[in-house]
C-alpha cells in the first residue's frame, strides 16, 4: 500500500473495517468490488479486517462495521449483536439493512407458515418476520439504495475517515432528474416515485427511463398523499403505486394506509394482506 | 405601446439567412434553436451548419440561462495545506457567441439577469460568459399555448434589447438594429441586406396585431401583482398549493430568471478538492438552511410563497416590472400543478 | 503417517453466501463429509404471490448480487413465454449481449479475486495488488469492460434499470457500442494472458463421475432458452425443467436439491462446455484444448477452467453481435405487452449454470404460483458428493488437515456458489 495519508496536516488512522451481510443478495457489498477505477485507492483509506465474501483472513477488531441485509431469522439477532458490541460505527448497507428490503414483501402475509409452505411444503424451515437493523441494535448511519450507489459509498466513508458529519439529501429524486435534464416519466405514461424518494442516487433509474421504485425510502417532507393524487390523475392504478410503495419497506406505513383499500386478488385472501405493526 | 418598426430596419431574404449564419459561425461560436433527433428543440452549440435543422417557430425546451449560469460551474479548486486551504481561481475563455433565434421572452431574461449579476457586485462568472456574446433576437408570430408573454411585458414583439431584431413575414425577414454589436453585424455583411420599405414595415405592424390576438390564455398578471402588494392573497391559496409541490425544483431550473445558486466544496482527495457553484431552488427546504441546523423559514408554504412573491412583487419593486417573462415552461414541466399561471388564476378566483 | 483429519469451516469465504464444510476422518476412514447451506431463505417465490407481472422481473432480480440480470433475463422470458410474446431479433440480440458481459464480470470476479488467491498461495485478492500487480490490474481492466459494457447496455451493472418485459426502455448510444467493440477487441491479449496464468496453476487431481446439465445449442454456443440435455443422455424442453431439477428438500440445506439420472448432477461452465463443446468459437475451443480441457471432463476444478474458456466465448461472440447491431438502424425498443391467463418458463444460462424462473398467472395477468430453480441449488448435492469422493480420496494419503481443508475449500469454490441465490 502507498504512504499515510494525512489531512490538514494531521495523519489519518485507517480505520479497520468489517463487511457482514445478513439476509441478502450481497449486492451492496460487490458493488464495492464493482469500483475497478477507484477500488485500490479506497481500500487504501480503511483496513478491512473483515470482508468474507473477498477475503479468507477474519478478525473482530473492526471500528466500523458495514451490515447488509435484513434479519430474517432469529441466529441473526445473535450475530447483529456481536457485530453491534464489536464496531464503534454500524453502518446499516443498503436497503434491506435500512428498511427491510425486498425482504419484508413477505410481510404482507400476516400467516407466516402459509409463506413457508408455499416455498417448501412440509419441510421445516425457521423464519420470520422480516426485520430492518434498527428494530434491534443501534444504527449509527444508513445508506440507502437497492443497490447502493458506490460513489455515494466512498464519499460517506471518505467523510468519515475524515471525521466529517455525514449528510443525506433532503430533496427528492425528482429533483436530480430534473437536473439530468430528463422527460418527466409521468409525461411517457410510467409510473414513478421520484417526487418523494430521497435523492442521492443521481436519479439512476430515471435517467434509464425506468420509474422509480422507492428504494431509497422517503425524502424529508416527502408529500405522499399529494403524490397519490397526482399519479390517478394521470391514470395509475392504486395497485400501481403501491407494488412501488411496498416494494423496499421505506414507505411502509404509508403502504399500509393504501393496502386495506387495495383490490384483493383471490389469491393472497388465503393469507391475509396486511402488515402486522411491528 | 408603439410597434411600428424603426425606419432603421433592412431585409434579409430567407434564403440568404443560412449564407449569413455561415459567415457569422466563421467567426462566433453559434448557439440557435435546433430540432434533434428525438424532435425536440433546445438552443444547441451548432458545430455543423448544414446538419443542423434550425427551428424558429418552436420555442426552445431550454433558455439561454445555462449558457451564461451553466447549471453547475467551477469557480476554483484548492489544495489543503498545513496551514489552511490555498484557492486556484479556474481561467476560463469564453469564445465569443452568438445567440441567434431568441425569442422575446427569452431575450428579456437575459436583460433580467444583466441586471442581477451586475447591480451591486459585478459577477466575474456570470460576466466573462455574457461578456463577448451577441444576442439576435426573433419575434413571436405565433405564441404556443402556454405563453403568457402578452401578461408580463415581455413579448410577442421585442422593443429594445436586443443586438437584431429579426421579425418573419413570410420570404423575408425584417430586421431592426438595436446595440452596437448588431448594428456592426450589418455593416460588416451589408451584402446579405437590402433598404426596408414602408410596406413591410406595414407588415411587420400587421404580424404583431395578428400575434397578439393568437395567445390561447389571458393570464391576468397585473391584477396578482396588484393584491401580492396589498397583501390580500388568501393563506389557503399558499396553502393549496405548497401541498401540492412536490419539491422537484423543475420549475427553477426551466425559469430562464430563475438566478439563485448554491456553492460548495467537493474534495476530490485528502489533499484538494474544487469549489462549485450549482443551481438552487427557493422552493428547496434546505435552501434557508443555516449553520447549527437552524432554518427560519420552515414551512412548506412559505417556499411557495417566497416564489411567486419574488417574481411578481418584489422584482416589480425593484425594477418596475415582474422577473416572470410569461414563457410557459414551468406550466408544461409541473406535474402537481403549482405554476405560476395556477397561482395567477387562483388569485384571480379568490378575488371574484 | 497420519491418518485422522477433523475439518471444520464455518461460513465459507470467497463464495457468495453462507455455507459450511465439515469432514472428519478418523484412522483412514471417512466418518464424516459434509457440505451444509444455512443461509437463510427469503421466500421469494411466495412474495410475488398476488403482484402483478411487472413485478416479476424487478424483484425476482434483486435475488442474486451477482447475476442479477441473469435473473431478470430469465423471469423476462418466463413472462414473455406465458403471455405469447416473441421478442424482436435487435430485443434478442440486445439481451444476448448484456448476458455476455455478465457472465464475462462474474467469471472475471470468479477467477481472479476468489479463486486465484488459493493458487497463488493468498487469502484474498488484496495482497495480490503488491505481489502481482500486474495480475490485479489484468483483472481490474477486464472487470472495468464487463460492467461497463453492462451499464451501457442495461442501464446498470447490479440490478439492471432498462430490462423489461417486452424490450428496453432505452437502447444504447451507437457510439457507445462501437467504443465497447474495440475495447472487446483490445481485451484478447489480456484474456491470453489469462490463459497463461491459469496454465501453471496447479490444478488438483481428482475426478469423479458425474452428470453435466446444461442448454443444448442448436446454431451456437447456448445462454438463453432452447432445449436442455445431460451428458447420461437426458433430452427435454425448456417447459419441462420440473423432469429436469426434480427438487427435494433436505436436513442440512436451507436450499432445495436437485437430482437427474443419478443422485446428483452438476451445472455451470464445465457443464456447458461438456454439452456443447463442438459449438465453441474456434477460438476458445483452442485454448480450451490448451489449458487440457476436453469433453468429457470429471474434474470439478476444471469449473475454473472452463470460465476462462468462456470468457473468450463471449468477448468473441460479443464483437460479432455488437456487428450486427450496428449493421442496422435501431427499431424500436420495446413492444407492448397484453397480460393474459397462463403460465410460462425461461430458462437461461447465466454464470453458474442454468436457471429456471417459472409462473403462472390469473386473466388479470397476477402472479398465482411462483418458482425458480438456481444453478447453485442444483448443484449443492453435486458437491456434497464430490467432498465425500475427496475426502475417501486423501483419506489415507497422510495429508495435514490444513491441505485437506484448502482442497475441499478450493472445490467449493470451483462450483463458484451462489449460496444466498441458491437458498433465495
Known sequence: MSEPLSYLGVPLARPKVGFFELSSCEGCQLQLLNNEATLLDFLNLVEIVNFREGMSERGDNYDIAFVEGSVTRKDEIARLTAIRKHAKILVALGSCACFGGVNQLKNRFRDLEWVKKEVYDDFPIETMEVHPLADFVQVDLEIFGCPIKKEEVERIVTDLVLGKTVRHPEYPVCMECKANENICLFELGEPCLGPITRAGCDAWCTSNRRGCWGCRGPAEGANLKQLEEIMRTYGFARETILDRLECFGGFASFADTLRPKAKKSPVTQKATAGRKKS | MVHTAATDSHLLKKDHLKGFLRKLAKEYRLVAPVRNRHGDVLFTVIDDLDAAEIELSEPPQNSLKQFFLPQQEQLSTYTVTPEGYDFHPVQATIPPTIYFGVHPCDLSAVLYMDVVFSRRQRDPFYLRRRHGSVLIGVNCNSPSPNCFCNATGSGPFLEMGSDLQLTDLGDRFLVETGRAPGQALIERWQGFFSPSADKDRAAHYQAFLEARGRFSRQVHVEQAIRQLEADTVEEKIWQELSLRCQDCGGCAYLCPTCTCFTISDQRLDAASGRRLRSWDACTFAGFTAMAGDHNPVQAKTAAIRQRFTHKLRDDVRLNGRPSCVGCGRCVSICFGGTDIVRFVERVCQGSL | MKLSCEVNVHHLTRVEGHGNIHISIKNGVVKKAQWEVVETPRFFEAMLVGKHWENAPYVCGR???????????????????????????????????????????????????????????????????????????????????????????????????????????????????????????????????????????????????????????????????????????????????????????????TSKLSKLSRPSFAVGALARLNNNFTKLHPTAREISKFLGLVPVNHNPYMGNVAQLVECVQVVLDSVQLIDTLLGSPWQEARQPVKAKKGEGVGAVEVPRGILYHYYKFDKEGKVIKADCVIPTSQNHANILHDIEALAGQYAKTGKQDREIELLAEMLVRAYDPCISCSVH
Not at chain 3, 87 to 111: G, V, W, Y
Not at chain 3, 112 to 118: H, V, W
Request: hydrophobic share 40%; aromatic share 8%; glycine share 8%.
Open chain 3, 63 to 253: 435475488i442474486c448480487g451477482i447475476c442479477s440480470i441473469g435473473h431478470t433475463l430469465a423471469s423476462i422470458r418466463a413472462v414473455e413465454n406465458a403471455f405469447g410474446i416473441t421478442p424482436s431479433t435487435q430485443t434478442a440480440n440486445l439481451r444476448l449481449l448484456l448476458k455476455h458481459m455478465e457472465t464475462l464480470q462474474s467469471h472475471i470476479l470468479h477467477l481472479y479475486f476468489l479463486a486465484a488467491p488459493d493458487f497463488l498461495g493468498a487469502g484474498s485478492v488484496l495482497p495480490l495488488a503488491t505481489t502481482h500487480p500486474e495480475v490485479v490490474q489484468r483483472a481490474l481492466r477486464l472487470k472495468l469492460l464487463a460492467n461497463d459494457a453492462c451499464d451501457i447496455i442495461g442501464g446498470r451493472r447490479l440490478h439492471p434499470t432498462r430490462t423489461v418485459v417486452g424490450g428496453f426502455t432505452m437502447l444504447p448510444e451507437k457510439g457507445a457500442l462501437e467504443k465497447i467493440r474495440q475495447r472487446l477487441l483490445a481485451s484478447v491479449p489480456d484474456l491470453l494472458a489469462s490463459a497463461e496464468l491459469f496454465k501453471t496453476f496447479a490444478i488438483p487431481d481428482f475426478s469423479r463421475e458425474t452428470e453435466f446439465v446444461s442448454l443444448k445449442g442448436d446454431t451456437g454456443y447456448p445462454f438463453i432458452g432452447g432445449g436442455l440435455v445431460s451428458t447420461d443422455g437426458v433430452v427435454k424442453k425448456e417447459h419441462q425443467y420440473r423432469a429436469m431439477t426434480n427438487e427435494y428438500c433436505q436436513k442440512g440445506f
